[in-house]
């Protein structure tokens, strides 16, 4: 393999497509099919993803996550209304703004240790419904996974959802990292978001073995009905949807998004325990699911990324993210910490 094509411990974005899903889209690449999505492989990849969800939902595929994230706010929102989200939020600080430009929206961040928000969080912009002075606070936005790698429990989110119905406002999640979550509680993904009260969530397979596969998913139907005119004008209507139909239906078959996502989860407990064994290595967040942050002397970090690429986290703190994905082999990990172990010497 050449050298930059090493597996390093960047992004689960980083590694490539899971080899079912590939074929999958290869044994979809016969004949001609109707475009944008009136094709039988769409067809059967709603139907797979309602087994997943429940009936009672409305699907949209989306070419990435930050378009279906500022896409599913748009349509929760007017442009006086302002959305509740963490710091660390990736709408808040990974998506060039898109969030504000699209929907017109103020996002109303909040510091937390661990990327989670609190209704005690929340409550701090709870004011001033009805003066125009203000933007409305109109969403609450969580991640599941959240940008720390850590993971809502099933009560957690619940009290967030009540609290936002309580007050007339929604509830979009943000679950580029789903699988991770469930897997992490050992839930179902209807758990964990249709059943907890969540509104719309914005699910990403990408990260779990897929070349592009990320939705939109409406548990309250009325929400959506003029979504396909959003989702045109927001330009992430695919002509040849097939081929993300195919990438869906087949990680949401026999439980390939589960294997993938335990075996990620998994890879990270083992780098977790590892690194651990370091006096000099602070774990900063617990490891719930495919994420690692950790304090690590800054002057070993350049050498070691010279060799294992992954991203400074804060700069400020030395600490650093790194991420396993489907493909992290055990040895990528004996390789990534025996140099650790000798930069540390
Ligand atoms: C929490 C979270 N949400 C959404 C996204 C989706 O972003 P993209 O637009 O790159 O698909 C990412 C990607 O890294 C993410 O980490």
């Not at 939020?89 to 990327?115: M, Q, R, W, Y």
């Not at 203000?134 to 009290?159: D, F, L, R, W």
């Not at 993300?244 to 335990?262: I, P």
Request: net charge negative.
């Amino acid at each position: 393999m050449k050298d930059e094509l090493k597996r390093g411990f960047a992004s689960d974005n980083n590694a490539g497509i899971h080899p079912e899903v590939l074929k999958a889209m290869q044994d979809a690449n016969i004949g001609h099919c109707i475009a944008y999505g009136d094709d039988i492989y769409t067809q059967n990849a709603i139907a797979k993803i309602k087994e997943h969800f429940g009936e009672d939902i409305d699907v949209y595929f989306m070419f990435n996550g930050t378009g279906s994230n500022v896409l599913a706010l748009k349509m929760l929102t007017e442009s006086y209304n302002s959305i509740i989200c963490a710091e660390t939020a990736h709408i808040n600080v990974d998506e060039c703004g898109a969030p504000e430009k699209f929907t017109g929206c103020k996002l109303l961040s909040v510091p937390t240790k661990n990327g989670k928000l609190t209704i005690e969080k929340i409550k701090y912009h709870m004011h001033d419904f009805g003066f125009e002075h203000h933007s409305q606070p109109k969403v609450i936005s969580i991640a599941q996974v959240t940008e720390m790698g850590t993971v809502y429990t099933q009560n957690e989110i619940k009290e967030i959802t009540d609290y936002a119905h309580e007050n007339g406002m929604f509830i979009h999640m943000d679950g580029a990292r789903l699988c991770n979550a469930a897997v992490s509680l050992d839930i179902s993904l209807r758990e964990i978001t249709a059943d907890v009260g969540v509104d719309v969530l914005s699910l990403g397979l990408t990260k779990n073995g897929a070349m592009n596969a990320e939705a939109i998913i409406f548990f309250n139907q009325k929400m959506s009905d003029d979504f396909k005119y959003y989702r045109k004008q927001g330009m992430q209507l695919a002509s040849k949807m097939r081929f993300m139909a195919v990438q869906f239906e087949t990680l949401l078959s026999n439980d390939l998004w589960k294997k993938n996502a335990e075996h990620a989860n998994k890879m990270a407990k083992i780098l977790a325990k590892s690194v651990a064994e370091f006096p000099q290595i602070r774990i900063t967040q617990e490891v719930q699911a495919n994420g690692i942050f950790a304090i690590v002397p800054s002057n070993i970090i350049p050498r070691l990324q010279e060799e294992f690429f992954f991203y400074m986290w804060d700069e400020h703190k030395s600490e650093v993210r790194w991420m396993t994905s489907f493909d992290t082999q055990l040895e990528d990990i004996e390789k990534f910490v025996l140099r650790l172990k000798k930069l540390l010497k």
